[in-house]
Structures are given as C-alpha cells and as structure tokens.
C-alpha cells in the first residue's frame, strides 16, 4: 500500500551535514505520522525522529536532538532528515518508516507499518 524510498546518503566528514529524503507512494501519506530510525554497524536499530501527519509536531532522539530537523511536505508526499555537525558514530542505515495511519508519533518500531530500504550514511573522522 505505501513504498517508500531514502536518498541523499553517501560519504560526509566529521561536521558536515546531508539531507536525507524519503519519497512515498500512497493516497494515505497525509493521515501517517512519519519517522526516521537508524542502525550503526554492530548496534541496535535506534529511533532518530518523527514527525506528526499535519507536520505541526516533532520529536527527536537525545543522541541527535539539537543537530538534526525532521520535515514532511504533503503537497510531494516527502519526508525529509536534515543533519549537521555529524559525528562518525552517526554512520549507518538510515530507515525512513510510516506509522500507521491516524497514529500519533512514536518512537516505536512496532508502530510503524511501513519501511523503506535504507541509505547509507558514512561520517569519516
């Protein structure tokens, strides 16, 4: 019912930024709270950011809040992850995922109904 594929990934040193997107497919993009999660080599998937259906609302992890902004455009059926100051242990998978529909925000996997393929995102030192 929903596809949804990231970009933007790709190699940034220390202190630079990316901007991840993630297209979706679907007639229900509007009505899903959206997130993004990430999963570092060797480590558990760990939640990043969300953003509410309306985009009036946002919610972001402690290991990245104050360097990243989540956003949503309805009218592309687009979510957005805009990163700065990254760290090297910022690198790994990036996963855009939907809630379902009518949801509020989570930061719970299992409240997600859709995920895309992930993009890789490497930070050198």
């Known amino acids: 019912q929903v596809q949804l594929v990231e970009s933007g990934g790709g190699l940034v040193q220390a202190g630079g930024s990316l901007r991840l997107s993630c297209a979706a497919s679907?007639?229900?993009?509007?009505?899903?709270?959206m997130g993004w999660f990430r999963q570092a080599p060797g480590k558990e998937r760990e939640f990043v950011a969300t953003?509410?259906?309306?985009?009036?609302?946002?919610w972001y992890g402690d290991s990245v809040k104050g360097r990243v902004t989540i956003s949503r455009d309805n009218t592309q059926n687009t979510v957005y992850l805009q990163m700065n100051s990254l760290k090297p242990e910022d690198t790994g998978v990036y996963y855009c995922?939907?809630?379902?529909?009518?949801?509020?925000?989570?930061?719970?996997?299992?409240?997600?109904?859709?995920w895309g393929p992930g993009t890789q995102v490497t930070v050198s030192s």
């Open positions: 679907g007639r229900t993009f509007s009505s899903r709270a």
């Open positions: 995922a939907a809630c379902k529909p009518d949801d509020g925000v989570s930061q719970l996997p299992g409240n997600y109904d859709y």
């Open positions: 953003i509410s259906a309306s985009g009036g609302f946002t």
